[in-house]
């Protein structure tokens, strides 16, 4: 499931998700979908922004802006 989601994410370049949104399109439980998030978001592969939503951490919106 980890690989579908991240080929999805590859593919989609740009594809931007809450967990909601994820749960529907992915067809999985609440609880389910929470954890393969978080994992991905562990191994630094998505970020989650300030407004809940899931996006991959190569694009350029995603990258958290660093305070001087």
Do not use: A, G, K
């Given at each position: 499931m980890l690989?579908?989601?991240?080929?999805?994410f590859v593919?989609?370049?740009g594809?931007?998700?809450t967990a909601q949104q994820a749960q529907?399109?992915?067809g999985i439980?609440?609880?389910s979908c929470q954890r393969l998030l978080e994992?991905?978001?562990e191994q630094k592969f998505l970020f989650?922004?300030?407004?809940?939503t899931?996006?991959?951490l190569t694009d350029e919106a995603a990258r958290p802006q660093r305070r001087l």
């Open positions: 690989q579908m989601i991240c080929n999805q593919e989609l370049r594809l931007r998700l529907r399109v992915w439980d609440e609880w994992t991905l978001v989650q922004d300030e407004h809940s899931y996006m991959q």
